[in-house]
Structures are given as C-alpha cells and as structure tokens.
C-alpha cells in the first residue's frame, strides 16, 4: 500500500487554520489528522466538530481523519460524521460495546479506526479487523502533542502489521505521537504504512521540504 502523510492539525497555528491545511496539502500531504480531546479520557481540551465543518466549507476536500480520544464516545460520532469526517478513529476502552460503535460510525458511511494506546492489547482488534479500515497505533500516550516516539510500540506494530497481513485486509496500519524524520523509518520498518505527524511538520517553514524527506526517508525502506 502507498505510504501516507497525515499532518495532525494539532499542531497547527489556529488562527489560521484553512490556510495551513490547504498548504500541507499543496506541499504534498495526502489527508488530514484531527485530534479530538475531551479533558477526561485524556488530560487535554482541544476541538469539536465545528472545525471539520469549516475545514469543509473552506474548500478542504482531503480525507479528514477524526482521531476522538473522548469518553463515552458514542454520542459525538454523529456530530462529526455530518461535519465532514470522513474517518471516525475511537479508542476501545472510550466504549461500553466496540461493536456497536463501529455500526454506529457505518451508519454514518465513514471510515472506521480503532485506535490502540502503548499500552493496550492488540486483542481488541482481533474481533473486529474486519470491519476496520485503519487501526491507528499510539506511538506516545495520547493528550499531548511534541512527545517523544515510544519505542517500545514498535513490536506491537508489527504484530498488529502480521495480523493484517494474514487476513490479506487492505487496512491502513497508522501511527500517532513522535513521527519526525528520525522515526518515520523506523515505524515503516515495524508495518505502518499512514503517518500522522503534527510538530514535526507545522514546526517548520517550509512544508514540502518537510514532507520530501519524509518520503525520502520512506523510500528507502522500500
């Protein structure tokens, strides 16, 4: 599968929002992370649904990848799946029943993630894989953004990376939380094919050259 670049607007200057996304874009990234935070499943607050809703009517048309680190998380689902979203990614322990949120989130005819914290059983993935189309793996402890790469998650990725492999699904293996020019390879090495990175490229001028080594980096490990 082709590798992707997801630059989390986490990281991203607020004020200005609609131009960032539309410049990573321009610089060559392929969809958009959104980070959801609730101040209670993690110990941070960011946005809500209004922010895809106005990437949308801004004129973004990339793959918006919804990222909800929120408790209960059923009843936000639909506000972002009419928002715009078009990947709804939840972290199992957010649910009472892993199953019916899924159903909830193809309800809505998005994408379904799951997505497993450093240290939470890739177990729960194995019920569902196929019904996912991206597993998004917590290569730092999800409520900030700038932490460093935990290397310890990469035998879990790949891990999680054999599973698909033997099932022969076309899901997306992502990860999430120190992805910079230094670890990127390293996450490919383990399987991961998606890269959601917010630091490491809003922290620079220059997007596209930030994103060219990305990919310079990802092609060697072809």
Do not use: W
């Not at 649904?49 to 973004?60: D, Q």
């Not at 029943?97 to 994408?111: A, G, V």
């Not at 698909?164 to 910079?180: A, P, T």
């Amino acid at each position: 599968m082709k590798y992707l670049i997801s630059p989390s607007i986490l990281s991203a200057n607020m004020a200005k929002l609609g131009q960032e996304v539309d410049d990573v874009i321009q610089a060559g990234a392929d969809m958009i992370h959104i980070d959801v935070m609730d101040n209670h499943y993690v110990p941070n607050l960011t946005i809500g649904p209004f922010v895809c809703e106005a990437l949308r009517k801004y004129g973004i048309k990339a793959p918006l990848d919804v990222h909800l680190m929120i408790e209960p998380v059923d009843a936000i689902i639909p506000a972002f799946a009419k928002a715009g979203a078009t990947c709804i990614t939840f972290h199992p322990e957010a649910t009472p029943n892993i199953q019916k949120t899924i159903e909830l989130i193809k309800t809505y005819h998005c994408q379904v993630g799951l997505a497993i914290n450093p240290e939470t059983s890739i177990d729960y993935i194995k019920p569902v894989l196929d019904q996912l189309n991206l597993i998004l793996m917590m290569t730092v402890h999800p409520g900030f953004a700038g932490q460093k790469f935990i290397t310890d998650v990469l035998p879990k990725i790949k891990a999680v990376r054999e599973l698909i492999d033997s099932q022969n699904k076309k899901i997306r293996l992502s990860v999430d939380g120190g992805i910079n020019i230094d670890t990127i390879a390293q996450a490919a090495q383990a399987g991961a094919d998606t890269f959601a990175a917010g630091s490491a490229i809003f922290g620079e001028k220059d997007y596209k050259k930030i994103i060219d080594q990305f990919r310079s980096q990802l092609k060697h490990n072809d």
